[in-house]
Each structure stands twice: as structure tokens, then as C-alpha cells.
Nanobody, 123 residues
Framework: QVQLEESGGGLVQAGGSLRLSCVASGRTSSSNAMGWFRQAPGKEREFVAAITLPQHNTYYANSVRGRFTISRDNAKNTVYLQMNSLKPEDTALYYC????????????????WGQGTQVTVSS
């Protein structure tokens, strides 16, 4: 099992930027696919972005493509989510997720999860 810990959330004005980090520990060989999901109050958890090893293929939700960038530093077992041009509708609890390989882009396709970090975008 891999353990995931997110950081970097906070309060930002619309149009601003934040960078989220997720550090993987433990059985990091189980994290060839890593992703970010988000969940707003009263809504289902939704896919944001994912990245795979070894090709570093990236995948994005249409709502964030062109504004968010996912990347990973293998030496640090860390995945990042750079979020630019933030909008109030990006407000949510952001979760890091991992699995041994990319099975899909749904929450059920990832077996390991962090506790989440809150992102709040004010208008």
C-alpha cells in the first residue's frame, strides 16, 4: 500500500494560482498512475488530472485543460498540480490518488487516496 499526503491548498482570489503537492511513501511501486480529483460540497468526486509512468502521459478534465498542469518528480516520489487562472468553481477539496497502473479516469479506478487539501477561490 502506498501512503499519500497532499499539501499546498489555500484561499486565493479568482485569476490567481496555487500549486498542490502530493508525496507518496511506502510501497511507491504501486503509484505508476497518479491523479488528482476534487469534490465540492454536495457534489460527487470528479477527475481533474492524471499522469503515468514511465511515459509521463498526462490526462485532463475538459474543465481544467489549459489552466492546470500535472507533473511528477520521480526522485522525490511527488506529483504536482499547478493551477492557474483559478475560478470560483474550482473551489473544492482536492485529493491525490494512486494505483499500480492507469485503469481509467474514474475515482473507482484508483486504489490509494490521500486525505485531501482544501482549495477555495474567492470571486
Amino acid at each position: 500500500q502506498v501512503q499519500l499526503e497532499e499539501s499546498g491548498g489555500g484561499l486565493v482570489q479568482a485569476g490567481g494560482s496555487l500549486r498542490l503537492s502530493c508525496v507518496a511513501s511506502g510501497r511507491t511501486s504501486s503509484s505508476n498512475a497518479m491523479g488528482w480529483f476534487r469534490q465540492a460540497p454536495g457534489k460527487e468526486r470528479e477527475f481533474v488530472a492524471a499522469i503515468t509512468l514511465p511515459q509521463h502521459n498526462t490526462y485532463y478534465a475538459n474543465s481544467v485543460r489549459g489552466r492546470f498542469t500535472i507533473s511528477r518528480d520521480n526522485a522525490k516520489n511527488t506529483v504536482y498540480l499547478q493551477m492557474n487562472s483559478l475560478k470560483p468553481e474550482d473551489t473544492a477539496l482536492y485529493y491525490c490518488a494512486a494505483d499500480t497502473r492507469l485503469r481509467g479516469l474514474r475515482a473507482v479506478d484508483f486504489g490509494s487516496w490521500g486525505q485531501g487539501t482544501q482549495v477555495t477561490v474567492s470571486s
